[in-house]
Structures are given as structure tokens and as C-alpha cells.
């Protein structure tokens, strides 16, 4: 396969892609479903930093696989039988020194629209008001995971705290086929995946 992309295409693309925000105090910090442990590391460190009470990591498997992704686990650390990317989220946070009170609990949802969805039902449900929130996600993944949530969100405001992972990163994408595939599949979903939504007026 021959990439060839043109300078100010990767600019705008990697711009869009990859958002990233200053962190502030905030009533949640999100995790979307992951099995990836820095993620969930830079929420503990978030958390222990004093930047939220709580933290809601989110997520039962991905549909397409269909059990939680054991196979990925970015570190033996944390390895070990876990039926749920929750699950295995909460082992992560409780590791590295969240408490178990400070963590809530959403592992019904099989996507990254049903993360955002599910989680903002169980905080509803909870009678948590959400003005301001931390999303903490992969990196390339950062679009999509903030046009999610904001859909569920929609008078909170979100402050996106990612993590590179999977040696994808903003600078250089690119100039390898693997990345540059999931790069260029998370731009083809932020269109495809809110065809049926009204994102202006949720």
C-alpha cells in the first residue's frame, strides 16, 4: 500500500482526529471501554490529582468481538481473567489507588455511542448533575469518543484528556499502513456514525 497524503491534508485531518484539551475540575471523569491501561492509568492520576469525586469507566465488550479483548491488554500488569471492559477498568483504577466508592459502575454497553449513552442513564439515575466532565480516551479515537458523549452530554462541558496508544500519535500517523488505517477509519466514522443523529439539537 502507497500513502500519500499531502501536508496541509494530514494537518487538518490530525487536528480533527486528535483533540486535546487542558484538564479541569470536573464531576466525572468518563472512560470509555478499553483494554488498553493507560487510558485508565491517566484517570487514576487524574483522580488522585483531585480532579473529580468520581469516575465512571464504561463498557461490557465490543460487539464486533463479542467478550472483553484479553488479547489486548497493553500490560501484564494487569492481566487476568475479566469478563468486562468495566471489569477490568475498575481492577486498573483500584491498582493504581481509587477507591472503590469513588468508582461507578456501566458495563451493558457494546460501543462507543452506547458508552456515552449508558453512562449518562446511570448518572441520571444516580442524581449526579454532570456542568463539567473529563473524557479519557485513545488518542486517535479522541473525535468520535467526544462527538459521542457531547450527543449525551449535551449541557456538559467536556474536556478531552487523551492517551497515545497502540503507537499511534498525532505527529506521526501517517507514515505507517496500520496507523494510518485507523486513523482514516475514525474519520470515516465521525461522518457515518451520526447520519441518523441531530447533533446540533440533541
Not at 472512560?31 to 491501561?37: A, F, H
Not at 466532565?133 to 486517535?140: D, M, N, P, R, S
Not at 452530554?153 to 484528556?161: C, D, S
Request: glycine letters at 4%; a negative charge.
Amino acid at each position: 500500500m502507497v500513502i500519500i497524503v499531502n501536508q496541509r491534508t494530514i494537518s487538518d485531518i490530525s487536528d480533527f482526529i486528535f483533540v486535546s484539551d487542558v484538564p479541569q475540575v470536573s464531576d466525572i471523569i468518563l472512560v470509555p471501554g478499553t483494554s488498553q491501561s493507560a487510558i485508565t492509568e491517566k484517570a487514576s492520576q487524574l483522580f488522585l490529582a483531585g480532579f473529580s469525586k468520581y469516575v465512571l469507566p464504561s463498557g461490557m465488550y465490543s460487539s464486533k468481538v463479542g467478550k472483553f479483548a484479553a488479547d489486548k491488554i497493553d500490560n501484564k500488569r494487569y492481566a487476568g481473567d475479566f469478563s468486562t471492559d468495566f471489569e477490568y477498568c475498575k481492577f486498573v483504577l483500584m491498582e493504581n489507588g481509587v477507591p472503590e466508592n469513588a468508582i461507578i459502575c456501566e458495563d451493558k454497553s457494546t460501543n462507543t455511542m452506547e458508552n456515552a449513552e449508558y453512562s449518562a442513564a446511570v448518572l441520571k439515575d444516580l442524581g449526579i448533575v454532570v456542568r463539567k466532565a473529563i473524557l479519557c480516551c485513545q488518542a486517535f479515537h479522541a473525535r468520535r469518543a467526544f462527538m459521542s458523549y457531547s450527543l449525551f452530554f449535551p449541557n456538559t462541558e467536556i474536556f478531552v484528556v487523551p492517551t497515545d496508544t497502540q503507537g499511534i500519535t498525532k505527529k506521526d500517523w501517517f507514515l505507517q499502513e496500520n496507523s494510518y488505517r485507523r486513523v482514516m477509519s475514525e474519520l470515516y466514522k465521525c461522518g457515518t456514525y451520526f447520519l441518523d443523529y441531530d447533533i446540533c439539537n440533541p
